[in-house]
């Protein structure tokens, strides 16, 4: 996977004063990847060390008074070229800085005060369509002891849970808000294993219960809440769905966005809302776009065949009607499935990275599918699925 870092995280010293800000997290990011340096204010000729810089308006202002408008637009689009050309599907910026920054920089009073905005690469870059993080989200996705990764399992998947050296093993029955009388469909668990994959933390629920089995939004969440708890940040979602003709072929996908068709959100209701500090959650970037492109960068480097498409979460239990599926492909969904809809919620309420993998295991709306289909189908993909989540794993 091939990536592009702006050069002081990694050590580099371009920045104003002459230092660097590298970072630990990013560092070890690129150490695992084909790393491509950039820094548009030294692309543009401007001098180690210089004055401060920040945007002021629709232009960008040294802390001296000297307008450097021209030359950071020149560094930028200098910069913007070279990544582009060096075919990178993930960009690591640095936080703030007039070149750089995302979503806040910088107010131009040089107070260290912040307002919204992007530096001035940010905005080239936005127009190529390559995914932008700050390493602020690399710090935040980094797994570790405190923070292991969660990893929620559905239908014919939950054989990932082999892969876990455990430290110890809970019952879900001792989760809070879990129902007591749950028992699990064919194929799912309900022991959680905290352990290590390939030495990174992780929490792994080899199971779920769903909404048409009679239990309510909050109570399918409340794995989504325990792994909070537990310090999870990032969450893994996998889920077995059909892939909507037109949209999708059967075989793995990353879920980019979701449609909730179910008429149920945990939000609504009063144990879902604890400790939510409000219900109306935006859900933009429901599905991390950082993880995504984490996961199709391993997905092209393993060679593992890969789709990516939006999410249908129904109500279940009947499988989709052909009217349905024709419904779906309208309104352009690629997968649908009987989960996880209510779950990406909830981790979004909670301030959780999600990542959604699928096995499209049959054709929504196919007539021969079946419950013991979906898991003949998950079985022919289990190695690359595993392949694919280790391999997230080991980046992260």
Known sequence: MRVAFSACLLGDPVRYDGGAKPTPEVLELARRVEAVRFCPECAAGLPVPRPPAERVGGRVVCSDGIDVTEAFA??????????????VSLVVLKA????????????GTYSGKLVSGRGVLAERL???????????????????????????????????????????????????????????????????????IDEVPVVVYPGRIHLYQGYSAAEITSLVRHAQHLGCRDIVFACATGAVAGQAHTGLGILTDQINLTGMNPLTEGEGKRGIETPFVHMNDAYSPYLRTIARGVADDLGIAVEEGVYAGTLGPCFETPAEVAALRMLGVSYVGMSTVCEVIMAKALGMHVLGLTLAANEAGATATSHESVLAAAGQHAEDFERLVRGVLRLL
């Open 74 to 87: 020149r560094g930028a689009q200098a910069s913007a070229d070279r990544i582009v050309r060096s075919g």
């Open 96 to 107: 703030k800085s007039p070149s750089c920054g995302l979503n806040v920089i910088y107010d």
């Open 126 to 196: 936005e127009k190529e369509g390559i995914c932008m993080v700050c390493e602020d989200t690399v710090k935040a996705c980094k797994p570790s002891v405190e923070h292991p990764v969660a990893i929620v399992l559905g239908t014919g998947l939950g054989h990932l849970k082999n892969l876990v050296h455990p430290v110890r093993r809970m019952d879900y029955q001792d989760i809070e808000g879990f129902p007591l009388d749950a028992r699990p469909i064919a194929d799912h668990s309900f022991e959680a294993t905290v352990g290590t």
